[in-house]
């Protein structure tokens, strides 16, 4: 996994390097966000799976726990002590995994939640963006400006997937629940924090639009435009 975010890393540095210079308003989708974008999708694929593997043991490991319990329910009573000192270490087990499998299962959802939060990061920076290109009222160098900003947004969001992929590389090594938490937790604040700031920056130019209207029939336009009620 390592080696995988070096190669995302380096791919980003190469597009970001390579990118030749282009006036804001004919510039096209910031090479990291295509990267964003795939790797994204990426990540819900491989938590989907991650779900339906650990829901299928889930099922498996219930279905023996209740063969367990028949068993007993069958056994007489002056039975039952000895058969569960026998077995105690032999089934305990089942318990054991069925538990840890359900853990996981809430973190993987944990993760797809933070995951689904960053395609949304993705797609309103993709709607702003688009109606900020075509909006009259912004010189060139604001909109240069603009990417550079949404660029390093992009570019912090990319550092909280790594660290969805330590996570999911997680439940392969040994890593403590509370470790493992912790991390989960400082993605999920993190992607809050570059979600918030897009859009607070992007309120704060729709709010500079709709100052540089001279007329009422302008802002009526400006709101038309960025869909404003």
């Given amino acids: 996994m390592k080696t995988k975010i070096k190669v995302i890393s380096c791919l980003m540095c190469f597009l970001l390097v390579s990118a030749p210079a282009r006036p804001a308003e004919k510039a096209a989708a910031l090479p990291i966000l295509e990267i964003v974008k795939a790797v994204t999708k990426k990540v819900i694929k491989a938590i989907d799976i991650g779900i339906q593997r650990m829901q299928n043991k889930t099922i498996w490991l219930q279905n023996a726990q209740k063969q367990i319990e028949n068993t007993l329910s069958k056994l007489k009573l002056n039975e039952i002590s000895d058969w569960t000192k026998k077995q105690r270490d032999l089934y305990k087990d089942y318990y054991e995994e069925l538990q840890k499998v359900k853990s996981i299962i809430t973190y993987y959802q944990r993760i797809k939640e933070i995951s689904i939060k960053q395609t949304r990061l993705i797609e309103e920076y993709e709607r702003a963006w688009s109606l900020f290109k075509r909006d009259e009222s912004f010189k060139v160098s604001e909109l240069q400006y603009m990417e550079k900003v949404y660029d390093g947004i992009l570019e912090e969001s990319m550092k909280n997937i790594d660290q969805i992929f330590l996570i999911i590389d997680s439940f392969t090594t040994q890593m403590s629940d509370l470790k493992r938490l912790?991390?989960?937790?400082?993605?999920?604040?993190?992607?809050?924090?570059?979600?918030?700031?897009?859009?607070?920056?992007?309120?704060?130019?729709?709010?500079?639009?709709?100052?540089?209207?001279?007329?009422?029939?302008?802002?009526?336009?400006?709101?038309?435009?960025?869909?404003?009620?």
């Fill in 182 to 229: 912790e991390i989960i937790n400082k993605a999920a604040d993190q992607i809050d924090l570059n979600y918030n700031d897009l859009r607070l920056f992007n309120q704060q130019k729709v709010l500079l639009s709709l100052q540089r209207a001279k007329t009422d029939a302008d802002v009526n336009k400006v709101k038309q435009f960025y869909g404003i009620p």
